[in-house]
């Protein structure tokens, strides 16, 4: 039991209306795993995370997430979840950092923190707010409890996103390009806290345009192109001995 996977995707293919975004991509998370993904811009790399928590949909192919596949049915030829409160239940546990922080602009940080796990996943509210306050010194925001949103910097918002996530206990953490929304002066504070949690073994999906850092964290990297896996491999392969000319010339382009 302790080798299932985290997150399992078996050929999965996205299509938005005639486009195939996605054209058979598998990748397995095993619990620990850091898995980097990189890759060019509109080659797939959001859509694959939002697949993963079925914020989109697949048009075929199967994910599961510890064991569990998400059982879709088939409508007029189009995938659609076939059990919500099975998605609910899953999501409520994969949770997804995005590039633009979306934290909740009418409540709080302590409010932000404890959302899912009362409302959600039913947790007492002075137990949601034990743990919502030992995440938040985690992630260094122990003293913005009863901030507003707006009163936070780009990297003081994404730790709180980071907290969020931290406090349903999740499965696997899905990150969206956590950082690329930042000033370059927050972008430390943020990569700084998701080492942490890496080096704690903690299971991550991380699509990042950050290389170096890559490099650092990730057990596996996947270099997507064009909706394909074009190469993927442990760090070193990737960044020391790229096969691919496509990933070498990303990789030029990144540096
Ligand atoms: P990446 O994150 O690697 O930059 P995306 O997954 O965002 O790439 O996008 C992959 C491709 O899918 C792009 O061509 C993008 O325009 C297209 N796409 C993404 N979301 C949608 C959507 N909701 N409707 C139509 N096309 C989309
Ligand atoms: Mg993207």
């Known amino acids: ?12 293919h996205k299509r938005f209306g005639t486009v195939e975004v996605l054209k058979g991509v598998s990748l397995t998370a095993r ?9 060019g ?5 959001s859509t694959m995370l939002r697949c993963i928590n079925l914020l989109e ?3 075929a192919g199967r994910i599961s997430i510890k064991g569990e596949a998400y059982e879709m049915r088939s409508v007029r030829g189009e995938m659609e979840p076939a059990n919500r409160k099975q998605v609910q239940r899953i999501r409520a546990h994969l ?16 409010g932000n923190v404890t959302e899912v796990p009362i409302h959600v996943l039913g947790v007492k509210r002075a137990e949601a707010e034990a743990r919502a306050i ?12 009863d901030a507003w949103p707006a009163q936070l910097s780009g990297g003081q918002q994404q730790r709180c996103a980071i907290a969020r996530v ?3 206990e999740p499965t696997a953490m899905l990150f969206d390009e956590p950082t690329s929304a930042l000033d370059p002066e927050l972008v430390n504070e943020v990569l700084s806290v998701i080492r942490d949690l890496a080096s704690e073994k903690r299971t991550m999906i991380l699509v990042t345009h950050e290389m170096a850092f890559a490099r650092d964290v990730a057990t596996h990297v996947i270099f997507l192109r064009d909706g394909r896996i074009e190469e993927e491999g442990p760090p070193e ?7 691919s000319p496509h990933l070498q010339q990303f990789i030029r382009s990144v540096a």
Not at 41 to 45: E, I, L, P, T
Not at 134 to 145: I, N, S, T
């Open 134 to 145: 030992a995440v938040l010194e985690r992630v260094g925001l122990g003293d913005k409890r």
């Open 31 to 39: 619990p620990g795993d850091v898995v980097a993904v990189i890759g």
């Open 1 to 12: 039991m302790t080798d299932q996977p985290a997150i399992q995707v078996e050929d999965l």
């Open 166 to 168: 931290l406090a349903v």
């Open 41 to 45: 811009s509109g080659s797939g790399k």
């Open 95 to 110: 949770g997804m950092v995005f590039q633009s922080f979306n934290l909740w602009p009418h409540r709080t940080v302590l």
């Open 237 to 243: 392969q990737i960044f020391g001995a790229p096969r």
């Open 57 to 59: 949909t697949p048009s």
